[in-house]
């Protein structure tokens, strides 16, 4: 998988009631819905000016918070192809495992990417290309590639369970 | 080389004899919960494309984050999950009249010592207080355990967290766990497992040991976890008829890290906006004004909170520029603040007593903020809109702290009125 995007640059600890305000957790269903607020509380811009498979870089601890699923589908509905942070908090790095979203664990790459700069980054090969030159970082376990490569963990136990 | 608490739960619940740190595992947890999220999940098990849950007795349901219900979409969402709890032959279903989640779950017994309990709320982890391996996951994941009775866990590293010291007056559990993620940070334990001990823990009732467990989420752990004993049995006791065996780390299993503390000199701790670890000593933002005091939430909603605010209030009105809405975290509470007179003595100095629910601390209804207001709240979290404003401003507290805070309108240092 080939990621080529537009860098969208936070800092640490974007928590995910600024990713997907609480007040819509149980009044917005819709995946496309969601999207539309992604970031909202954080960066007005970004939903106005997002475009597919541009790809989120940020610090330390990202998606902290809520388990609140929505915080990993409305990023992904708004287009983002990759997020590379720092490091993730747990429930919304397996969420975005679950969700089909591409979630990298590069401390090396955030300190070197600019916001706005295109990167691209080979999934696959663990590679990470910028301005500054070339990241590597470790590819993620089988199991959960595993759940990825089936696109999610709905369509991975539909797999699992032998549903067509 | 011993072993933690939680390599001895992972290797029980995964059928396993030995893993180690890291390991990924296929465990079955014993418990799962989902509250009103519960309708969204039923969306996504009936994608799976399975007509009946696996073990509808391992699942639970309480409705608590916005009840009764504010709007006709969460009425919908309610009876999505009321149809299918029947459709599915769930029992362990609690409707609008019993409490928060992380309250209900241990008064009906289903977090007992040595038990997998996983749940789709971030503060899943309360439930360590009761030495339950208890952790947060997401939505795809319980609908998928409900399909298939299992998922993946991974082996965590367990950092061990001594508290001694004697605990000074004015101050309580809330002020030390926010202490502690002010000092180790917001990821301060990240993907780890937390093990609280110490003679404060011992000394702690369980109510406090629940308020503990449940921020350690605020410092990204995975679990939290205070060893079982006398008092949390006896907690139990009553509650459950089911048989449990106790897991315990050895005496010689290998920490990541141990951090000691001792807290004899500490005073009250306030989080100050926008995040749960930016902490600071009560004298430090002492006088700020405030506009809405709220006690309550899985955080600190027990009796034992209320029971502290009200002896803080009794006999004395609070501000006229504030307003102190009082959640009790469940029924149960509700049932024994009425019956302790404690809601009286709130109603006295202007409290307004709310039912059993999250209220606003998640922003859905029943007391969100307006732009430019301040709240002090006893929950667990401050993010920026997390109360539904996001130019509005929550700063946390202990239920001690909110009380007298809401006297004076200000953020005040409780032993002012202590005697
Ligand atoms: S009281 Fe607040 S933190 Fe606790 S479960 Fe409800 S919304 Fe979550």
């Known amino acids: 998988m080939i990621i080529k995007g537009k860098v969208w640059k936070y800092g640490d600890n974007v928590n995910t009631d600024v990713i997907f305000p609480g007040k819509y957790t149980y009044t917005i269903t819709e995946p496309e819905e969601m999207a539309k607020h992604a970031l909202e509380d954080l960066d007005s811009n970004f939903t106005k000016e997002v475009k597919k498979g541009d790809v989120i870089v940020a610090g330390r601890n990202f998606g902290c918070g809520s388990s609140r699923e929505q915080a990993a589908t409305c990023l992904k509905y708004a287009g983002v192809g990759a997020i590379v942070a720092k490091s993730f908090a747990r429930i919304f790095f397996r969420n975005s495992i679950n969700q089909g979203l591409l979630v990298i664990q590069c401390k090396e790459a955030v300190e070197n990417i600019s916001s706005d700069e295109i990167i691209t980054i080979d999934f696959e090969k663990g590679k990470l290309s910028c301005k500054k030159g070339i990241f590597n970082f470790p590819p993620l376990s089988e199991s959960v590639l595993g759940i990825l490569n089936d696109g999610g963990l709905i369509p991975h136990t539909r797999r699992i369970l032998g549903i067509k | ?419």
């Open chain 2, 1 to 419: 080389m011993g072993k933690t608490f939680a390599e001895k739960i992972l290797a029980l619940k995964s059928g396993k004899e030995s893993i180690s740190i890291g390991e990924i595992v296929t465990v079955s947890p014993d418990a799962v919960m989902s509250h009103d999220n519960a309708a969204a999940i039923s969306k996504k098990f009936k994608q799976i494309g399975v007509n009946k849950v696996i073990h509808p007795e391992r699942i639970v349901i309480p409705l608590d984050h916005c009840v009764p219900a504010a709007t006709e979409k969460y009425a919908l969402n309610h009876k999505v999950i009321r149809e299918f709890v029947q459709e599915q032959g769930i029992k362990n279903f609690y409707d609008i009249n019993t409490g928060v989640c992380h309250q209900v779950l241990p008064e009906k017994g289903h977090t007992l010592p040595g038990t997998l309990v996983l749940g789709s709320d971030s503060h899943t982890t309360t439930y360590g207080a009761f030495g339950a391996f208890a952790a947060g996951i997401g939505r795809s994941e319980v609908a998928s355990i409900w399909a298939t009775g299992k998922i993946w866990l991974k082996v965590p590293e367990t950092i061990k967290i001594n508290i001694e010291g004697e605990i000074p007056k004015g101050v309580y559990p809330k002020d030390i766990i926010l202490y502690i993620i002010g000092d180790l940070g917001a990821d301060g334990a990240l993907y780890k497992a937390v093990e609280f001990s110490g003679k404060v823990v011992r000394d702690m009732s369980v109510g406090g040991r629940m308020t503990l467990c449940n921020m350690a989420a605020e410092m990204g752990a995975k679990i939290g976890y205070v060893e079982p004993d006398e008092k949390s049995i006896q907690w139990l006791a009553s509650r459950t008829e089911k048989e449990y065996k106790i897991v315990k780390s050895d005496a010689d299993a290998e920490f990541e890290r141990i951090i000691d503390y001792d807290i004899s000199g500490l005073e009250p701790q306030i989080a100050c906006p926008h995040t749960v670890d930016n902490v600071k000593p009560v004298s430090d933002v002492m006088g700020t004004k405030i506009n809405q005091a709220l006690i309550g939430t899985c955080t600190n909603g027990r009796i034992e909170d209320l029971k502290i605010a009200s002896d803080i209030l009794q006999g004395k009105k609070i501000s006229r520029n504030v307003r102190l809405l009082v959640f009790p975290a469940s029924m149960e509470v509700f049932a024994e603040a009425m019956e302790k007179g404690i809601f009286q003595e709130l109603v006295k100095s202007g409290a307004v007593i709310m039912n059993p629910g999250c209220g606003p601390c998640l922003g859905a209804h029943e007391g969100v903020l307006a732009p430019g207001e301040v709240c002090l709240s006893t929950a667990n979290r401050n993010f920026k809109g997390r109360m539904g404003c996001k130019e509005a401003k929550v700063y946390l507290a202990s239920p001690a702290t909110v009380a007298a805070s809401s006297l004076y309108g200000e953020i005040t240092d409780v032993r002012r009125c202590l005697k």
